[in-house]
């Protein structure tokens, strides 16, 4: 057989593969062109610097990818790869608070014994809040470690918001709006102790991110009802929604998009309650997990993307037959591997149909800059610091130490918890909560302010 009929073979095939219907996977929403806004160049206030570059490595090799960062006094708690919480303390302790799920046998377990991601201070005792993508959204006992589940993935009590109930439609696209949660992701608690969280997306499950990428948004932003026992949906077909942050007054949330580079914002209060929109975008990179204070919050960029590296989802999003056919053959190819584990338990079966899909797998094509932002609660970006001497790239969350000049960067990758000391400049921005590059610090700032 000539190269020409092999390779038009092929491409029949390949062909036949993205388009038949009825193929696997079935998807919530059809695959149809996605519009990503572009990021802005790097300039101005994002212009690269190097503010984040010799980030100490804390506990190295002793931490499997802390992905999630609260700060309370001198406890840091940290969730990591095989179910766990930890709790560091100043003086180098780590202290297991929890562990999610049953013992791993590897990091390729994950699905099994669980891979704990956002966290929050409970408002309602002393907890944190605890989004496990495999294994639903815990109450965690800071001190006991008693733990109890108020999101199960599988047996959620989902409602939808007034606004879309309000609205005639029928049972199904009411059946498919509450469906059932697939991959827990961030939470923000409320004063009252009820928490808004998200959903990342609906088809694949976190271990086969890049597949559920591929597809068209399917994620949402869930505010749960302590009283009740339930969620509603406030936003649906968020394109990766990840870290979610509530503003002081909690008279708005924001839901990042990992795969939209973008934050979008739900009003709960005001002339426009229960309306959503978009609080920035072209942001130069996926937004992961967000934190905030009084006056402004932090953005983790897991993946930087820029206009010499754009995001393979950036790339892909306005192909919606180029995504079906990566996604089919991504389903193809670890298909035989699921039912090798399904029938025999087998671990290297289970490794196999760990990696395909994952996101890891990427790490090595992700640019070398790690990027986070500082934003103020109007959507204005104060400050961005970046490294580029993957010291501490894939950024997951950026979390500042209170009463200290330090910023603590966790990462789905990292073996450690990295720490950078912010500069005097740096400082005196935060403090102002707004940039003026024309008036240097003159006075130290305040190390209350943090
Ligand atoms: C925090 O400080 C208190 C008082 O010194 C100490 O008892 C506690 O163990 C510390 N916690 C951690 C996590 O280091």
Redesign the pocket.
Known sequence: MGLKSKLFKTGVVLLLIAVLPGLPPKTVFPFRPISIVPARPLAGVLAPNQLLNGAERLHEGGLQQPEGIAVR????YVTVYGGKIL?????G?V?TVAKLGPDCVGTYSERICGRPLGLDFDTKGNNLIVADPYLGIWQVHIKTGDKKLLVPKDKAIIVEDREQSSSSSSEAARKLRTRQPNIPNGVAVARNGDFYWSDTASDFIFEDAIQALLCNPSGRLLHYSRAEGRSRVLIDEVYGANGVVLSPDESFVLVGELGGQLIRRYYLKGPKAGTHDVFVDGLPGAVDNLNGDATGFWVGLVIAADESNPSFVGMLAPFPNLRRLLVRLFVLAEAPFRLWYDATGSDFALWVTHHIGHLGGLVPLFPDRGTVLRMDWEGNIVLALHNDDTSSHVISQAVPVPGTDQLLLGSPVNQWLGRVKLTPDTLAVLKGGKVDRKQPATEAPSREEL
Not at 73 to 76: D, E, I, K, S
Not at 87 to 91: A, F, K
């Open positions: 006094g001198n406890a840091t709790e560091l303390g100043d003086q302790s202290r």
